[in-house]
């Protein structure tokens, strides 16, 4: 968080709260309110919301305070099949791209998420885990298909983040992380496609009991509170 600008680490912090549950689905966002929380002007805090807004965490309106986004399943499904398929492509020109210390530091990680995996914090967890995507797509050393691939995953990362922690199932993340890296290190392109197939190729369905089960939670909410 060093290098980050205030704006993006004020973004960082409204999007694990967001992912936590502290800022809800279709609650607003008070400006002037966690503006004050967090000790800095509404500046930033403007700029930082416009970055979620980016992302399609949250959803601007006019004279109006922001609202975090009530996420749809069936765009959520189409985003997904696009972050697919540039994960694939990212992986298969990493295969001819990246560099041995480029490959070295994704062991490191798959290692790093292997390790914690029972112990760090779900959210902690779940950046590393999408740290490891996102080294992938900078090791194919394409900087448009990486900045691409980051919009996708930043538009995922809610639903992501809600889905992963129902299915903490370390040995075959694990196990599904070695297998891409092991065919990045064989720079079989074939293989790693496959290998991505199988980690992410049923990520939408694996998506969809969260998100449905989370607008059923939303709408008894809505119902419950027009009762009173």
């Given at each position: 968080?060093v290098?980050q600008t205030?704006p993006e680490?004020?973004a960082?912090?409204?999007r694990?709260?967001?992912?936590?549950?502290k800022?809800?689905s279709?609650s607003a966002?008070?400006?002037?309110d966690n503006a004050?929380e967090m000790?800095?002007?509404?500046t930033?805090m403007?700029?930082?919301?416009?970055?979620?807004?980016?992302?399609g965490?949250?959803?601007?309106?006019p004279?109006r305070?922001?609202?975090v986004a009530?996420?749809?399943?069936?765009?959520?499904?189409?985003?997904v099949?696009?972050?697919?398929a540039l994960?694939?492509?990212?992986?298969?020109?990493?295969c001819?791209r990246?560099?041995?210390e480029e490959?070295?530091?994704?062991?490191?990680?798959?290692?790093?998420m292997a390790?914690?995996?029972?112990?760090?914090?779900?959210?902690?967890?779940?950046e590393?885990?999408?740290?490891?995507h996102?080294a992938?797509?900078a090791?194919?050393?394409?900087?448009?298909l990486a900045?691409?691939?980051?919009a996708?995953?930043?538009?995922?990362?809610r639903?992501?983040?809600?889905?992963a922690?129902?299915?903490r199932n370390?040995?075959?993340?694990?196990?599904?992380h070695s297998d891409?890296?092991?065919a990045?290190?064989a720079r079989?392109?074939?293989?790693?496609?496959?290998?991505?197939?199988?980690?992410?190729?049923?990520?939408?369905?694996?998506?969809?009991?969260?998100i449905e089960?989370?607008?059923?939670?939303?709408e008894?909410s809505?119902?419950?509170?027009d009762?009173?």
């Open positions: 968080m290098d205030l680490q004020i960082a912090q409204l694990r709260d967001i992912l936590r549950g800022l809800p279709g966002i008070k400006e002037r004050t000790g800095v002007s509404r930033p403007r700029e930082a919301i416009r970055i979620l807004a980016k992302e965490l949250v959803i601007l309106r004279s305070s922001p609202l009530k996420p749809v399943y069936q765009e959520i499904a189409d985003q099949a696009v972050l697919l994960e694939k492509l990212s992986a298969e020109l990493a001819e990246a560099t041995a490959i070295a530091a994704l062991w490191a990680i798959n290692d790093q390790e914690l995996y029972y112990t760090a914090d779900t959210l902690d967890l779940f590393i885990d999408m740290s490891f996102t992938i797509a090791a194919s050393h394409n900087a448009a900045e691409t691939h980051r996708y995953l930043a538009r995922l990362w639903a992501r983040y809600l889905s922690s129902q299915r370390r040995e075959r993340v694990i196990r599904q891409i890296l092991k990045l290190e079989d392109a074939a293989a790693v496609s496959a290998a991505i197939d199988r980690h992410l190729g049923n990520l939408a369905e694996d998506i969809r009991p969260v089960e989370e607008t059923q939670t939303n008894n809505t119902i419950a509170g009762i009173e």
